[in-house]
């Protein structure tokens, strides 16, 4: 029978141990960047249901989100940029 808590121990190691992909970042709390990065990430992680995926709700976005980003632009969005580092203006 193996001991107990070497097999412990590598357990909670190994998730420590795998890391992350490259388009993940870790959330900064205290310094969310300035107002470039804030509004590329709003615009990338926006929330609210797109109609040209699921039927519309009307009146689930809010009244200065009412246009959601066109799909074009959705897929442009999903460019790797250097962590950061704000996206070129548009």
């Known amino acids: ?3 107990l808590r070497p097999l412990l121990s590598l357990a909670l190691a190994a998730p420590l141990l795998v890391g992350c992909g490259p388009n993940v970042r870790k ?3 205290f310094d969310p960047g300035n107002a470039a990065t804030q509004r590329y990430d709003a615009i990338f992680h926006d929330p609210y ?3 040209d995926v699921a039927p519309e709700i009307v009146g689930g976005r809010p009244r200065g989100y ?3 980003v066109p799909e074009v632009a959705r897929g442009r969005g999903l460019r790797p940029i250097a962590p950061g580092m704000a996206p ?3």
């Open 1 to 3: 029978m193996l001991p």
């Open 27 to 29: 959330p900064r709390l």
């Open 49 to 51: 249901p797109m109609p």
């Open 66 to 68: 009412q246009q959601p």
């Open 88 to 90: 070129p203006p548009r």
